[in-house]
């Protein structure tokens, strides 16, 4: 990546929708959070020394705020985006070599003056706070490595980026909590046996409709995975195309349910429709995110860099479980819709 400030800003705002710095706290507030142990979505706290939502900000809102600026000044240095900054460099900014550089150069559209980036960096609490949380990071990549590679020594495939590290800790979700995503799919899995249990006990009819709209869901979730194309020699399915298979699958549905002869389908108290629902936009839906970020990330991929390596890099294991949890989901409404939309009336 090269060009003026203005363009590695605009490079940003294509890849995620967000300035350089927004992208920059979201991934490090990611970090932090784990670290700390803190929801920010307000459930209970996974252990006693877990922040509060005041503690949180007064005491590590500035280090979220000292790694995203090492993130930007080593993005910006490197030119490239601050997903892409690896562990090792975010080290090297907030307590290292770059370290006295930091609170130099162009200042970003955050609400701190230059003399209150200089007071932050010459912090040692949160420089060394900041660095407990880049050294657990990359310490957590390496376990998860070693269980991708069979590894012993958690020999790395790559380096440990920012994002890819940000992208991990979001599916596994706060120690000693579940992660949102898994009771959203326990959630849309309960729609389908209730749709299943409601098949079987002959208490509920499905009318023409409903069976012609399962055949149509069902041709849907059936298709193989196909985009982006993979490269030459690349074999198939890609992850990629599995999670991207997604938000791809969701406007399809959506597109269907809109028309007029499946509207027996739209109450939310309607067996078929519920299920259906649950799947395309709460399973599904939890990926969504991710799926539009690894797409973009895709796109960058260097013409030299094998689809095993760039999966390595981008795609840790909680991702991977969180699609696997998706595609199970998924197969299980397949099932059922089978049934439903193929069986004798």
């Known amino acids: 990546m090269s060009g003026t400030r ?29 670290h700390t142990g803190y929801d920010r979505h307000g459930l209970r706290p996974a252990r006693p020394d877990a922040p509060d939502p005041a503690a949180f900000g007064r005491e590590w809102m500035p280090v979220v705020e000292l790694l995203a600026l090492a993130a930007c000044r080593a993005a910006w240095e490197g030119g490239v985006l601050v997903d892409d900054v690896e562990l090792s460099q975010l080290l090297g900014w907030i307590d290292g070599a770059h370290t006295a ?20 960096a010459g912090d040692d609490q ?21 269980e991708l590679t069979g590894a012993r020594d958690g020999t790395l495939r790559g380096a440990l980026l920012l994002g890819t590290r940000a992208r991990a800790v979001r599916a596994q979700g706060i120690p000693g909590l579940e992660p949102g995503w898994a009771g959203d799919c326990r959630w849309a899995t309960e729609q389908v046996e209730r749709l299943h249990l409601a098949m079987r006990s002959g208490l509920w009819k499905p009318s023409p409709a409903h069976r012609e709209y399962a055949r149509a869901v069902h041709r849907t979730l059936v298709t193989e995975p196909d985009h982006p194309p993979p490269p030459d020699g690349a074999d198939g399915p890609m992850w990629i195309q599995r999670i991207v298979r997604f938000p791809h ?3 399809t549905v959506l597109a269907l349910a809109a028309q007029p002869a499946y ?3 739209s109450p939310a108290s309607d067996p078929l429709g519920a299920a259906i ?34 999966e390595f890099a981008h795609l840790p294991r909680p991702v991977r479980e969180q699609i696997r949890a998706v595609e199970e989901l998924t197969l299980r409404l397949t099932t059922v819709l089978l049934d439903l939309g193929y069986s004798r009336a």
Not at 104 to 120: C, I, M, T, V, Y
């Open 263 to 265: 509207a027996v389908v």
């Open 101 to 120: 550089q930091l609170p130099a150069g162009p200042l970003l559209d955050s609400d701190r003056a230059e003399a209150d980036w200089r007071r932050l």
């Open 126 to 146: 949160c420089r060394w706070r900041a660095r407990d949380v880049v050294s657990a990071a990359a310490a957590l990549a390496i376990a998860e490595c070693r």
């Open 6 to 34: 203005q363009d590695w800003e605009q490079s940003h705002t294509d890849a995620y929708g967000m300035s350089a710095w927004r992208r920059a706290v979201v991934s490090c507030g990611a970090l932090v959070a784990h």
């Open 249 to 251: 699958v969701q406007s």
């Open 277 to 310: 629902d649950a799947v395309v936009h709460t399973g599904m839906g939890s990926v969504a995110d991710i799926a539009d970020d690894l797409e973009h990330v895709w796109a960058t991929r260097p013409p030299d860099q094998s689809v095993t390596d760039w």
